[in-house]
Structure formats: structure tokens, C-alpha cells
């Protein structure tokens, strides 16, 4: 999957999203350190050219400054990577500086964070009243002043998505958040059309659900009826020569 997508997009998220469309979660919340870094290593396998980024998951850098290091510094030496991601509050934003003084490179998220759902009640769209929309603003600049390169903005009202963009001088990369960011995102899953139900935000530009339905369908039916294998997937003995 990485090596298709190199081709066409500057950068690869590895993001903790895997462990809901990829695992079966119900959420990232039990999404681990092992796991991201297996799935890092696999898409850093496939790319080329495309930035790869691979999510620091829930409960790996909200602690100790250090803590936060060592789990960091692990996925980069491990995966190769170019940088990692954290949903990042404004109460975080020692821990980033923390990481980024020491080398290492950081992408900040804000707005709908995921990792967050047991606090807020489920996947909810931010920024629709103005004390939401003051606070993820105060977290996006908090985020810039501790030394993030780019910022994905996730899951809010397109106003916020364009003042959030014009207050950092960052790239932002929008998720849900308006063609008002710098650049854009989607889960590959969703993209695809792998599953029968996407977000709001996410414009489908396949049906590999349905093609991969009716493609083992196909191939079961074909099975059952002795059509496959036929002649040209079978191996015969060589002929011997006199």
C-alpha cells in the first residue's frame, strides 16, 4: 500500500487509526507502541520519496519528559522515520519541546483528538463554540512555540480551520477541517471505500468494499462449482523427449 501511495503523495502518516481499520478496535485507545512500530517499519518497506510520520499512541509520551523520549527515540531508531506525531493540549507542550530540542522531529494534532474520545463522550466535531474554538487556537500556538514542523488540524468547523492556519506560520494539514488548511489527509481505508460507513468529511474515490465482496464471491462460487482451478492455473508433466 505504502509503495502505491508514494508515487503521489509528499507524505505517508502512519497513524494510530490502524488499530481501528486494521485491527478491529473500537477505538486507538489500545493501539501500542509494538504495534506502530510494525506498521512504521512496513510502510517505511514501501516508500520511496513520501515523508514518512508514525503516530506516538495513547499513554507513550503523556508522562515524564523522559518517558516521552524514550518511547520516541525507539520508533524513530526502529522504523526509520522521518518524524512522529502527537496529539498534543496546550498542557503538553513541554513534553514536545522536550522532544524536539533532543532531534527529534514532531508534528503536532489539534481539534478532534482521538485519543481523547473516553473524555469527550465519543468522535465529536471541535471549535463550534467560542470557548472550544479559543482553547484549540491557544493549543495550536502552543504547539508552534514548542517547535513543531507541521500541524494536522482534525475534525473542526472550517472557521477555526482557516484562523488556526493563519495565526501559525506552520503548514497545517487538514482532517475534517476545511480546504482553508495547507495541505490535506484522509485515512487510506476510508479513502478506498474499504468499509460500508465514513466520516463526514471523507469523499470516497473507490468501492473496494464492494469490489473485494463481489471478488471472492466470484472466486468462492467458482470453487464450489470446479471452475477453478481450470487448465491454464494448473501444472501438467513434462513430456519426455525420445
Request: proline share 4%.
Amino acid at each position: 500500500m505504502a509503495g502505491l501511495l508514494d508515487a503521489h503523495c509528499d507524505l505517508l502518516l502512519v497513524g494510530d487509526s490502524l488499530g481501528m481499520v486494521v485491527h478491529g478496535l473500537p477505538n486507538t485507545i489500545g493501539v501500542t507502541l509494538e504495534m506502530m512500530i510494525l506498521h512504521g517499519q512496513a510502510v517505511m518497506r514501501g516508500s520511496r520519496r513520501a515523508m514518512v510520520v508514525v503516530d506516538m499512541p495513547f499513554g507513550s509520551y503523556e508522562g515524564a519528559p523522559e518517558i516521552a523520549y524514550a518511547n520516541a527515540a525507539r520508533v524513530m531508531k526502529e522504523t526509520g522515520a522521518g518524524a512522529v506525531k502527537v496529539e498534543a493540549a496546550e498542557a503538553l507542550a513541554g513534553n514536545v519541546e522536550y522532544l524536539v530540542t533532543r532531534g527529534i522531529p514532531v508534528m503536532g494534532h489539534v481539534g478532534l483528538r482521538p485519543q481523547a474520545v473516553m473524555i469527550d463522550g465519543g468522535f465529536k466535531a471541535k471549535g463550534r463554540c467560542e470557548s472550544e474554538r479559543a482553547r484549540i487556537l491557544d493549543d495550536a500556538r502552543a504547539m508552534e512555540a514548542a517547535g513543531v514542523f507541521a500541524i494536522v488540524i482534525e475534525g473542526v468547523a472550517e472557521a477555526l480551520a482557516r484562523d488556526i492556519t493563519r495565526a501559525v506560520k506552520v503548514p497545517t494539514i487538514g482532517i475534517g477541517a476545511s480546504a482553508g488548511c495547507d495541505g490535506q489527509i484522509l485515512v487510506t481505508e476510508d479513502m478506498l471505500g474499504l468499509f460500508e460507513w465514513t466520516p463526514k468529511f471523507v469523499r470516497r474515490y473507490a468501492d473496494l468494499h464492494g469490489e473485494i465482496d463481489r471478488a471472492v464471491a466470484q472466486y468462492a462460487d467458482d470453487v464450489r462449482t470446479g471452475r477453478f482451478p481450470g487448465p491454464s492455473e494448473i501444472y501438467f508433466a513434462k513430456t519426455r523427449q525420445a
